[in-house]
């Protein structure tokens, strides 16, 4: 890709944003790590935070616990815990350009041919502090999603999958 000395976009992504300024939303590095474009203000900025959380937790760190900022990212260090095996290794953030990734392991690496799904867990998707008219588009696009119940007070919506067969 010119311009992106040792990256190249990412061959599975589903789901999420495509393009922004003319960068994929989504690249790999020569590394093999995939880097997902963090959004602006703070979408990203708690995007950012849950995966430090998580990494915090990985480490153990003693002095973890009182540096953590579990509220900054919307869940508490017990809940980061119970996910943190099936979260993707984060390894900080790479700015390409004017944009910013967030660089995570490749989940599909090592397979030829990935199934990949996109799933959001919760009913709502757009935040608290959202205006009405980013409510409307949220509840619009969240209904377009196929939705199964998960539990009595809760839903998993399938956002995009890709399967590849040989």
């Not at 939303?25 to 935070?49: I, V």
């Not at 009182?66 to 900080?92: H, Q």
């Amino acid at each position: 890709m010119s311009g992106l000395p040792g990256l190249q976009p990412y061959n599975f992504q589903v789901g999420g944003h495509s393009k922004d300024g003319g960068f994929p939303a989504s690249l790999q590095d020569s590394n093999g790590r995939f880097l997902k474009r963090l959004q602006d203000g703070e979408r990203g900025k708690r995007e950012l935070k849950f995966y430090q959380l998580i990494e915090s937790i990985r480490s153990e760190d003693p002095n973890g616990a009182e540096n953590r900022e579990a509220d900054a990212c919307g869940i508490s260090d017990n809940t980061a815990a119970l996910v943190a095996n099936w979260v993707p290794r984060s390894y900080g953030i790479q700015q390409v350009s004017d944009a910013t990734y967030l660089m995570l392991e490749d989940a599909a690496a090592g397979y030829q041919l990935p199934c990949v799904m996109d799933i959001k867990i919760g009913f709502q998707t757009w935040y608290p502090w959202a205006n009405d008219s980013s409510k409307q588009k949220y509840r619009y696009t969240s209904w377009q999603l196929i939705m199964a119940p998960v539990g009595a007070n809760s839903l998993q919506k399938l956002a995009a999958i890709q399967l590849l067969l040989p």
